[in-house]
């Protein structure tokens, strides 16, 4: 999601919302996409507690690993030496 839709379903300016995404909300632009400079405490500790349930199911099923399914966002584009 771009700044620019952001500030337009919002009714707000694109340098407001340039403003509380980068400076209150300490997010930076990385790949074209904003993304958490740095993680604040209660997400570091979501990460742990997230991990810490993770461990337990595993050590109670020694299958449960196999099925975790993981994805990211992929870009995949076709290019033509011809063109």
Request: proline share 4%.
């Given at each position: 999601?771009?700044?620019?839709?952001?500030?337009?379903?919002?009714?707000?300016?694109?340098?407001?919302?340039?403003?509380i995404?980068?400076?209150?909300?300490?997010?930076?632009?990385?790949?074209?996409?904003?993304?958490?400079?740095?993680?604040?405490?209660?997400?570091?500790?979501?990460?742990?507690?997230?991990?810490?349930?993770?461990?337990?199911?595993?050590?109670?099923?020694?299958?449960?690993?196999?099925?975790?399914?993981?994805?990211?966002e992929?870009?995949?584009l076709?290019?033509?030496?011809?063109?």
């Open positions: 999601m771009t700044i620019e839709i952001i500030a337009e379903s919002l009714n707000m300016s694109v340098g407001s919302v340039f403003t995404m980068t400076e209150d909300l300490k997010k930076k632009k990385i790949c074209a996409r904003f993304m958490p400079h740095t993680l604040t405490t209660e997400q570091k500790e979501h990460r742990i507690a997230s991990s810490k349930d993770l461990i337990a199911a595993a050590d109670e099923d020694p299958n449960f690993l196999k099925t975790i399914v993981t994805g990211d992929s870009w995949c076709e290019y033509d030496p011809e063109t």
